[in-house]
């Protein structure tokens, strides 16, 4: 039996950063799915080994089941049901068994790795198996490949339990319960925490959930929105690293308290009319061009934030300048420091300009894309075949 999960990206339309200091964020999932393949081998193979191929990557790793109980069994076992954070002492467990496979080339992917270790022998014991993880679409640019990983591992390693409750979804997908849903989410907050430092929670919710959310504080309210909203992703392919940039944000904090405490507080505002503005229910042309105008200046101060935050870059500030010249508003999304740009395309916006803002963009290197927004969160699918 094999069973495969899939989890969304995600993009941000308001509150990155500030959302981990207690502000209200806004998220939308996208079209685009990391999977997570999980099968056990036959008891008859006698394969006593952990396998886990990272084909984005292109890294394979093979650890002696017992190799991994001899590093991780004296920090006691976990319970599937009650997912636990993976202390200080369980990290510097886990990492010789990471360190030895990985090349130095590679070592920034490192605590993926760690990550997917503390899930698999928290939920499932010193049990062998195989593991596939893909991604469709990059990691580490912003888009939440982190937490996609995280929830769709979580949900493939809980899917094979007893008590399980499944809802038919399409096409062989199968959505979980709530409770379910629940606990997926929780698991993948605690493998966000080993990639992430201290994340908000976030991310790892609107790939669980899917849709569009609000989220402040863990709590998240989903947002109905009333017409679909597009936006042109620029991926400056600049990389950067989450933790890095969180951990600065924090830094600053420490130094400037009030005045990182009223930039987090404008954000908060932001992100609650971003809000509101996506539930407004009229229809009519006028007011739709008027609420997408509002939406992009909304966008254009949440970014002037994130500058004062210090996780702008060269690279955004060149997609900001080459859209402005188009009258279009833009934003980074995710951590900054690189990685993707969200800009509003709105509804009655000329194809031609949309067709020459992503030339001249990609004329500057970076890669431009249209996902679909708000589509399904996690979902499961099974193969008895294999
Ligand atoms: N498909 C994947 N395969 C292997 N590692 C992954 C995958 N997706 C995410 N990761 C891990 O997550 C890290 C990127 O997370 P992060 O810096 O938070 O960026 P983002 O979440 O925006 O993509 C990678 O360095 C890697 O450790
Ligand atoms: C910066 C932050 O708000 C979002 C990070 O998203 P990403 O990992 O860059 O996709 C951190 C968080 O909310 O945990
Ligand atoms: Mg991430």
Redesign the pocket.
């Known amino acids: 039996m094999e069973v495969t999960a899939r989890a969304p990206g ?1 993009i ?1 339309l308001a509150g ?2 500030a ?2 200091h207690g502000s209200t ?1 806004v998220a939308t999932s996208i079209d685009l799915y990391t999977y997570v393949s999980l099968s056990f081998p036959a008891d008859s193979d006698n394969d006593d080994k952990l396998k886990l191929h990272m084909k984005d990557i292109d890294l394979e790793f093979s650890w002696p089941i017992g190799r991994v109980k001899e590093a991780l069994s004296k920090l006691g076992s976990q319970i599937p049901s009650s997912p636990a954070s993976c202390s200080p002492e369980a990290i510097k467990s886990i990492a010789p068994l990471v360190d030895k496979q990985i090349p130095e080339a590679k070592i920034t992917l490192a605590s993926g790795v760690s990550a997917f270790l503390w899930l698999y022998t928290s939920i499932r014991g010193y049990k062998s198996g195989k593991v596939v993880i893909t991604s469709e679409f990059p990691l580490g640019s ?6 996609a990983l995280c929830v769709s591992l979580s949900a493939a390693l809980l899917a094979l339990s007893d008590s399980v409750n499944l809802d038919y979804c399409h096409q062989g997908w199968l959505m979980f319960g709530e409770n379910e849903l629940e606990l997926v989410n929780k698991w993948a907050f605690e493998g ?1 925490k080993i990639i ?1 430092g ?6 790892n919710t609107v790939s669980t959930y899917g849709n569009m959310i609000k989220f402040r504080s863990g709590e998240l309210t989903r947002l109905k929105s009333n017409r679909p909203l597009r936006m042109l992703i620029t991926n400056t392919k600049v990389g950067r690293n ?1 933790k890095a ?2 951990a600065s944000v924090s830094e600053r904090t420490v130094r400037h308290p009030i005045a990182m405490g009223a930039v987090f507080k404008a954000v908060d505002s932001i992100s609650n009319e971003v809000a509101t503005i996506i539930q407004s229910t009229s229809h009519d042309d006028s007011t739709v061009s008027e609420k997408e105008d509002k939406l992009g200046e909304l966008m254009e101060m949440n970014q002037g934030l994130l500058q004062c935050m210090g996780v702008s870059h060269a690279s955004i500030e060149t997609v900001l300048r080459t859209t402005l010249k188009y009258k279009l508003a833009t934003k980074l999304t ?2 900054g420091g690189g ?1 993707c740009v969200l800009t509003l395309i709105p509804t009655f916006q000329s194809e031609t300009v949309v067709d020459e803002v992503t030339a001249e963009l990609e004329a500057c290197g970076f890669q431009c894309l249209i996902a679909g927004i708000g589509g399904k969160g996690l979902q499961v699918s099974f193969n008895s075949s294999s």
């Open positions: 995600k941000i990155e950063h959302v981990v964020a912003g888009l939440g490949s982190s937490a966000e992430h201290k994340p908000s929670g976030l991310d989450t940039l969180v995710g951590a990685g």
